[in-house]
């Protein structure tokens, strides 16, 4: 049908529409339109709907949705098969297919617009035709011009508010965005539903998610979306209103007049005062002298806060405004005996003082807040010398939907997990992301009340990121508050390092932080930020600087002195950060990006922070994969159970902290990881005894094969960006290499000639073989050359472009196609040592997953990775694994046991010691034996390993 024909179609069914609908669609050209409140909706095939007045600004709406990894598509971009054209009861109706890129399934639809008294209701029916997953459910997309709506209001009822340009999200009922003078079109999914904001340059857009979660095929997916018109209210719940009054210390109200060691004493003020901004202490500002028992003076800064009410409405969790606001002090009480508490007010007009009394603070068994241990740098000790040994997984966008934020936290705590890291995200619970920088969002904060309260009760315990890098790059830095074009005092992101007005909003927003959660040993640790490298045009230098008079600062601020860290995407970080002496923690972010073996690479990075630095060392964020599926290649979590076991032995004071929980962890319930590793640790004095690396000094077979155990040499490539410093690697003949580090995982063409400087493999192939090149990614183009003793044995090109590969990419930021191979390519190698040489001469480059070379790992000694630690005067803890019980051979079932071994460890002195053995898989105790150590030497003998045993020994 025609759009030409709309008319004529209108005009025959106008006679069997009901008379009781105000509103009808008329038809203009291509477009539709129903008239509603002095506003037009208006649809647009194949797929697009405007709201507008005649003759203002546009709001446009398009259905969407990722499917597999992370591909975008829009209805709109489908083929329609019959209509859009108007049926008997007046709705306008059209089907079809969508879903076009990258080779996947088609889904075939079926979109109804309603119209309605006060607008239009969109229904659409959806279903697959083959198997395809769909990553995060069905979404409409919302976008407007930001200049012509400039100034004009948001409101995602009844969450969160703010003004354009502004991010505005959460899980709401409805969206509204100001259309003129207070009146608002508005959007509702059904029941609350998931809103996001996105910011460019020129436009606005949010993303809500009508349809949670996959469906199978066979299965239609039903969504509708309301359209209509509302009025904003002229003062929103909660906001907060200047004040002119002499300044005045009133009542000072309490939670209890004697409180438990560690515990919280509350004071609520009544302060009287002149301010705009109750949260900018130059404007207005409490703080507390608290006297302890011993004499010890410290001063807490106070804070003002908005209470807020939490409901779970169909699964969503709301936080309503409650009252206008109050002043609060929060002091951690630290020492038996009584505690004095003198409260300073200061405005424009001077300072007053009340003293608010004295209290008794009990003798309890809290365990206060954590520390270095003052026995092993390497690990942490509460204030009461009790040991603790982190065990979480990130969980770092707070849900309001679902599973809830304590939900989750409720559910770690249950599996054995003891801690998790929050970020302070524009996304999830951060404070500063008002519309006007300077100002804090009460919701967010009540939010981490109430996870410290629960913490307290679960003793669990957050690292709390205050910053990460999404929020100061594309569309993150465009709605951020400190951009200049959002009245902000940055032009560029450096500025926010550099600037005196940043820094000085950055202060003040320390303050507010110690000020209102300082008092909670439930923080195990200030995060400065998430991936420092992620903040663009900045040098690393720039960085350091500002990390070191932060620290300083945040140190002075907080009187209980929580531990302090930051972190960084380039794997162990630059050291120059780490020795900054207010950087109490080290942090590792480790995404493997190979098939190798986990176990190694995480051990190698322990052991050189280890080595390098006498701190406590976590891994803030682990996984096999950072911008691809997990849950497909791993989803028996053994990356996870390698990563933790290595780890847990080789002096990491916690186990890797893996991500994807919402597509990973949760779904295939792989709790019982952490539920293992946790039995393992119980009892052991991690912070309470000073702990050695154990040198292993033989590994043997008990009866060694009549032939050498050959297998495959695999070298997983390191993903870092840059040129490798080393271009020879001498493959030995235990699989071990020169520099593993300068294996890089991209081989650089033509688009980067400075960073050229391709591998050349010097190895020996006991028997003919192959080299096995494992292609991935390729961006614009590639051309593979492989050459063995300076012969040429392979050349050949990997275009690429749409429908190339096995999945492609447009990258409209480089204006460039990539296309996903994921294939091995192979070269006969004969018998013999041989040079072998691989260049690209494509034009860009092409990542390499894994070099093979098949047969020429000659095991003379048993395949195992052992790491052992001893707590000296205490117990031994060994982790053995059969090297090739890793995530990617388990996916093949391709792990052979390792036949019976006698592993040798040093240093031990000479007598008798108890063995138990532990099975790892689900953290239980086998067995208990008795050996001896002769010589400084204990000989264990594990048997024959199929996948990986651990031990404790302890002197008899």
């Known amino acids: 049908m025609k759009t030409s024909s709309y008319a004529a179609v209108l005009v025959a069914f106008l006679s069997f529409v009901s008379p009781s609908f105000a509103q009808r669609w008329e038809s203009r050209g291509k477009e539709f339109v129903l008239a509603a409140d002095g506003h ?72 109804a617009l309603e119209p309605t008294a006060k607008g239009a209701v969109l229904h659409l029916e959806t279903e697959k035709t083959a198997p395809l997953t769909l990553t995060a459910g069905l979404w409409t997309t919302i976008s407007f011009d930001r200049k012509a ?23 709401c009922e409805a969206l509204l ?8 079109v508005a959007f509702a999914g059904e029941g609350f539903r998931e809103l996001r904001c996105r910011v460019n340059e020129t436009t606005q857009g949010f993303e809500m998610n009508l349809r949670p979660g996959d469906f199978p095929v066979g299965k239609k997916a039903v969504m509708s979306l309301k359209i209509g018109f509302d009025t904003l209210p002229e003062k929103f719940a909660g906001d907060i209103a200047p004040h002119r009054e002499p300044l005045a210390i009133g009542k000072v109200s309490t939670t209890a007049a004697a409180v438990p060691r560690f515990g919280k004493l509350e004071l609520s003020v009544d302060l009287l005062g002149t301010w705009e901004n109750p949260f900018d202490p130059d404007q207005i500002a409490l703080d507390a002298t608290v006297t302890t028992a011993s004499g010890r003076q410290f001063t807490q800064p106070g804070f003002f806060m908005v209470d807020d009410r939490r409901e779970v409405r169909d699964g969503v969790e709301a936080m309503t405004p409650v009252g206008e606001g109050r002043w609060c002090v929060r002091v951690a009480c630290v020492e038996p005996g009584p505690l004095r508490v003198k409260l300073t007010a200061k405005d424009r007009s001077g300072s007053v003082s009340k003293d608010a009394g004295e209290f008794t603070v009990k003798t309890s068994a809290g365990k206060g807040f954590l520390r270095q241990s003052r026995v092993d740098p390497h690990y942490l000790q509460f204030d009461s010398g009790a040991s603790f040994l982190p065990i979480g997984h990130n969980l770092p966008g707070y849900h309001t939907a679902g599973q809830t934020g304590l939900d989750a936290i409720r559910k770690m705590a249950s599996k054995g997990e003891n801690y998790n890291r929050w970020w302070m995200s524009s996304s999830s619970l951060g404070i500063e992301w008002e519309d006007r920088l300077g100002w804090y969002r009460q919701a967010q904060a009540a939010r981490l009340d109430g996870l410290l309260d629960l913490g307290a009760k679960l003793d669990f315990y957050y690292m709390l990121c205050m910053d990460t890098h999404q929020d100061f790059r594309e569309g993150g830095w465009r709605a951020n508050p400190f951009n200049r074009a959002n009245g902000g005092p940055c032009e560029k992101v450096s500025e926010w390092f550099t600037g005196e007005p940043s820094r000085a909003f950055y202060k003040k927003r320390l303050r507010y932080t110690v000020a209102r959660w300082g008092y909670s040993p439930q923080i195990l640790c200030w995060e400065f930020g998430n991936e420092f490298e992620g903040w663009p045009d900045t040098t690393e230098e720039t960085k350091n600087a500002w990390h070191r008079e932060m620290s300083d600062y945040l140190a002075a601020l907080d009187p209980y002195r929580h531990l302090i860290t930051t972190s960084w995407w380039s794997k162990t970080g630059p050291e120059a950060c780490w020795r900054i002496p207010r950087m109490d923690i080290v942090q590792t972010h480790c995404y493997t990006n190979n098939d190798g073996n986990v176990a190694e690479q995480v051990r190698r990075y322990c052991l050189e922070q280890w080595t390098n630095f006498a701190k406590p060392h976590l891994f803030g964020e682990f996984g096999i994969r950072s911008h691809a599926s997990t849950a497909d290649k791993d989803p028996k979590g053994w990356g996870l159970h390698n990563a933790f076991w290595a780890a847990l032995c080789s002096g990491c004071c916690g186990i890797p902290m893996p991500w994807w929980h919402e597509n990973y962890i949760e779904p295939l319930n792989l709790y019982f990881h952490f539920t293992a590793i946790a039995n393992f640790a119980k009892g052991l004095p991690f912070g309470t005894a000073r702990w050695e690396q154990v040198p292993v000094a033989a590994t043997e077979y008990v009866n060694p094969p009549a032939s050498p155990i050959t297998r495959d040499i695999v070298l997983a490539p390191v993903s ?3 040129k490798p410093a080393v271009n020879e690697f001498r493959v030995q003949r235990d699989g071990t290499v020169n520099d593993p580090s300068e294996i890089r995982e991209l081989l650089h063409g033509m688009g980067h000639r400075d960073l050229i400087n391709p591998p050349t493999f010097v190895v020996e192939f006991p028997r003919a073989g192959k080299f096995i090149i494992t292609v991935g990614r390729v961006s614009r183009s590639g051309l ?35 296309s996903v191979y994921d294939e091995d390519v192979a070269v006969d190698v004969p018998a013999g040592k041989h040079r072998i040489r691989v260049d690209n001469l494509g034009g860009d480059w092409m990542r390499i997953t894994r070099y093979t070379f098949t047969g020429c790992k000659v095991l003379d000694r048993p395949n195992l990775l052992v790491a052992a630690l001893r707590a000296v005067g205490g117990p031994c803890i060994v982790w053995m694994q059969n090297q090739e019980s890793d995530w990617f051979n388990h996916q093949k079932s391709a792990v052979s046991p390792v036949p019976p071994s006698r592993i040798t460890l040093d240093g031990f002195a000479d007598g008798a010691y108890a063995v138990e053995w532990w099975e790892t898989w689900k953290g239980k105790r086998v067995r208990t034996e008795k050996v001896t150590a002769w010589g400084g030497k204990l000989t264990l003998l594990p048997g024959e390993l199929k996948t990986d045993l651990a031990a404790k020994i302890r002197k008899q």
């Open 40 to 111: 037009e909706i208006v649809y647009r095939a194949p797929g697009t709907l405007t709201v507008r007045r005649p003759g203002g600004p546009e709001v446009r709406l398009s259905i969407t949705l990722w499917h597999d990894a992370w591909i975008h598509e829009r209805l709109d971009a489908g083929k329609i098969e019959n209509g859009p054209a108007l049926d008997r009861k007046g709705w306008l109706r059209q089907s079809g297919t969508w879903v076009t890129r990258e080779g996947a399934a088609p889904m075939r639809y079926s979109l």
């Open 177 to 184: 965005v100001e259309m003129d003078n207070g009146r608002a």
């Open 720 to 722: 870092k960006w840059g």
């Open 784 to 818: 593979l050359r492989v050459w063995v003793d300076d012969e040429q044995k392979l050349n050949r090109e990997f275009p690429c472009g749409e429908k190339i590969g096995k999945q492609w990419t447009y990258q409209l930021k480089w204006k460039l196609w990539e």
């Open 149 to 171: 709506f400039a100034g004009r209001r948001l409101f995602a009822r009844p969450v969160a508010h703010g003004k354009v340009g502004g991010n505005v999200s959460g899980d």
